[in-house]
């Protein structure tokens, strides 16, 4: 079974930066639309930055101007570069994605989540 799998999340302080990444389990698979979601203890999963397949991206204004979606060229990885991160930003982060292989579709694909942590 594909799966998405993040990684880079980890600790830092007010101010810096992180990069995620996400890629699908199968290599061979290209990531089409895609987003990532947050979720902070005790609230519920919010979207923060989203990318069609035709490279559009959208933030929530919470992230915007901090934070930037992107894909590789080959389109199989999918990145989210966190800059000036604030204690606001802490929480679980999901890449979700809909994923192509030749004429295989497979959409809404979820990660497992990568914990980021922004202390003051």
């Known amino acids: 079974q594909v799966q998405l799998v993040e990684s880079g999340g980890g600790s830092v302080q007010a101010g810096g930066s992180l990069t995620l990444s996400c890629t699908a389990s199968?290599?061979?698979?290209?990531?089409?639309?895609a987003a990532w979601f947050r979720q902070a203890p005790g609230k519920e999963r919010e979207r923060v930055a989203q990318?069609?397949?035709?490279?559009?991206?959208r933030y929530a204004d919470s992230v915007k101007g901090r934070f930037t979606i992107s894909r590789d060229n080959s389109k199989t990885t999918l990145y989210l570069q966190m800059n000036n991160l604030e204690p606001g930003d802490t929480g679980v982060y999901f890449c979700?994605?809909?994923?192509?292989?030749?004429?295989?579709?497979?959409?809404?694909?979820w990660g497992q989540g990568t914990q980021v942590t922004v202390s003051s």
């Open positions: 979700n994605a809909d994923l192509a292989k030749t004429a295989l579709r497979l959409r809404d694909l």
């Open positions: 199968e290599s061979v698979f290209t990531i089409g639309s």
């Open positions: 990318i069609t397949l035709g490279g559009t991206t």
